[in-house]
């Protein structure tokens, strides 16, 4: 009897390139592929209702708030920062003059009076608008004092010629150059001290309305409300830069700041 075996071994052979290829694995590039489909994702519930809290000046981010207090309550009272937009609108009303209430958006009129104390500053704080309406200020500050009329004055002879010195010498004098002596920074440190600028800041409110935590609410001026309403000044005048320009903030600086201050300018 004849062996099965070759015949087996031919349909073997027959059929395997017949078998059906294996399915490839997904390759990198397939995988990449799926991350960039433009099919909608799907959001979790905590996404969604983030999108419809109050603005952060409002209300601290849900997200930042820690589970539990870990430090016990502070002693003593509890100071209570201004919440009333209304309140805040006359505040600029009394600085910008009429219409100042819309001068800034609602969210950088916040910002601006909203110290870095304030709520650990999870809100925002206004340290870089300080920065920017402080060298605003300081610049137009260097500008009244070199135009300002000097105390000791070189004295001229009845034709305006400076008289001579104890050597002979007669010194150069310009009429551009007449206020540089008074151009030091101890003077301008003198013109921008904070016990200076603080009651500037008093008169248009900004004290009553800058949102901080002071170190104790029963002794405000001890904790730093000097400090603290003219950094709000200042961010207030680097607001307006940003939003309505240089030339209106040095307006501001010039009829609001420094014009409470003694300082004269030309219409």
């Not at 505040?91 to 950088?108: F, N, Q, T």
Request: glycine share 8%; aromatic share 6%.
């Amino acid at each position: 009897m004849a062996s099965k075996r070759p015949l087996r071994a031919l349909i073997s052979t027959a059929t395997c390139p017949l078998r059906p290829a294996q399915r490839p694995q997904p390759s990198l590039v397939r995988t990449s592929a799926c991350a960039f489909s433009t099919t909608t994702p799907s959001r979790s519930p905590e996404y969604e209702s983030e999108a419809s809290e109050r603005p952060r000046w409002q209300q601290t981010p849900a997200r930042m708030v820690a589970p539990f207090r870990t430090r016990p309550l502070p002693k003593g009272p509890v100071f209570r920062v201004n919440e009333d937009p209304r309140r805040l609108d006359d505040a600029y009303i009394r600085m910008l003059g009429p219409g100042g209430d819309k001068v800034l958006s609602d969210e950088v009129k916040w910002l601006a009076v909203t110290h870095k104390s304030f709520d650990h500053g999870r809100r925002g704080f206004n340290d870089r608008l300080a920065f920017l309406g402080r060298r605003i200020v300081s610049l137009q500050t260097s500008h009244a004092l070199l135009n300002s009329p000097q105390v000791e004055a070189w004295p001229k002879d009845d034709a305006g010629r400076p008289l001579p010195d104890e050597f002979g010498r007669r010194p150069f004098l310009h009429a551009a150059l007449g206020g540089l002596p008074g151009l030091t920074q101890e003077a301008e440190d003198r013109v921008l001290d904070k016990s200076r600028l603080a009651p500037i800041a008093e008169r248009y409110g900004l004290d009553k309305v800058t949102r901080w935590k002071p170190k104790q609410a029963d002794n405000l001026l001890g904790s730093g409300l000097e400090a603290v309403s003219s950094t709000s000044l200042y961010a207030i005048i680097g607001a307006v830069a940003l939003e309505r320009g240089g030339e209106v903030a040095n307006k501001i600086t010039q009829d609001k700041i420094l014009a409470p201050l003694g300082f004269t300018f030309p219409e």
